[in-house]
């Protein structure tokens, strides 16, 4: 492996004595467990990766205080990705101060989970991000250069999130861990994954490439169909790896989440650089 690697979506969080805790979100099979950004930096070390972006879980609530303190900490090592009240009264001054923050590139939406549930009810028909009521969020978001907006979704959300990603052209939009498809039952050219031709269709919208949808051991044989399509849909200029690892630790590494690029015989290396850091860098504002 060669030149640079920035990790898009990694997580920490840290002790409830420290900030609280206003959800259970952590990985399965675990309870109360902690990965702190000494925890991140660690890895990051012992696998060669130059920086990441760390993802704000739920745990510590909207406005993910830890994740903001992490970027002042160490702005050389991480971007930041965070969660907001996106329908707060306040949301134009919540998003202005966030965006000002260095190294802060966007905010996530949990597309396919209950708005009010902070994370905890997951529901495939939520649509709540073609809400009016965001009119404000989008004002605000778009005043800022090259701000980015992270989906979380299942294939069944396609329609609505095309339409979001067509009507804020302005706004960066990626598709987190492949659009999240369920293997055997979303073909990489089934009915509902092939919506993502669609979205290809606009230069604003990227994806996410992680081993988190495979339920198979490393390489995650069951997902390379999926990134075989999306390589032909966005090409690998709108593709960035991310290795969620803290999430699947139980049943993989760091290593095979960052190694099984090489394990995709239709990618060159060219691609593969594109994917751990060109594509990344390309979309900093």
């Known amino acids: 492996m060669s030149g640079r690697v920035i990790d898009s979506h990694e997580h920490a969080w840290t002790f409830p004595n420290e900030y609280d805790w206003k959800s259970e979100n952590t990985p399965p099979g675990v309870s109360m467990m902690v990965y702190t950004v000494e925890d991140v930096l660690a890895d990051m070390e012992e696998h060669g990766i130059d920086q990441t972006t760390l993802v704000a879980t739920p745990i510590h609530g909207r406005g993910s205080p830890y994740t903001r303190e992490c970027l002042r900490e160490y702005p050389e090592k991480f971007y930041g990705i965070i969660l907001l009240d996106y329908f707060a009264d306040d949301i134009e001054e919540r998003v202005h101060d966030a965006l000002e923050q260095q190294n802060l590139l966007g905010v996530r939406f949990g597309a396919f989970l209950e708005y009010d549930s902070l994370w ?5 028909e939520a649509n709540w991000i073609t809400d009016d009521g965001l009119a404000d969020f989008w004002e605000a978001l778009e005043t800022h250069d090259s701000p980015q907006v992270q989906i979380l979704l299942h294939p069944e959300q396609f329609d609505q999130v095309e339409e979001v990603i067509a009507d804020h052209p302005e706004v960066t939009f990626v598709l987190d861990h492949l659009g999240w498809p369920t293997p055997g039952e979303h073909r990489a050219r089934g009915a509902r994954y092939i919506k993502l ?39 690998t200029d709108r593709l960035v790896w991310g290795s969620d690892y803290v999430y699947h630790f139980k049943e993989t590494t760091y290593w095979e989440s960052l190694h099984f690029l090489d394990e995709l015989s239709f990618l060159s290396e060219t691609d593969r650089r594109r994917l751990r850091y060109r594509t990344f860098e390309s979309l900093l504002p």
């Open 197 to 235: 031709a669609d979205i290809s269709e606009h230069s604003n919208a990227h994806v996410k490439v992680s081993h988190t949808p495979s339920i198979d051991p490393y390489p995650f044989h069951d997902i390379h169909e999926y990134v075989r399509y999306l390589v032909e849909q966005f090409g």
């Open 120 to 124: 905890e009810v997951p529901n495939e």
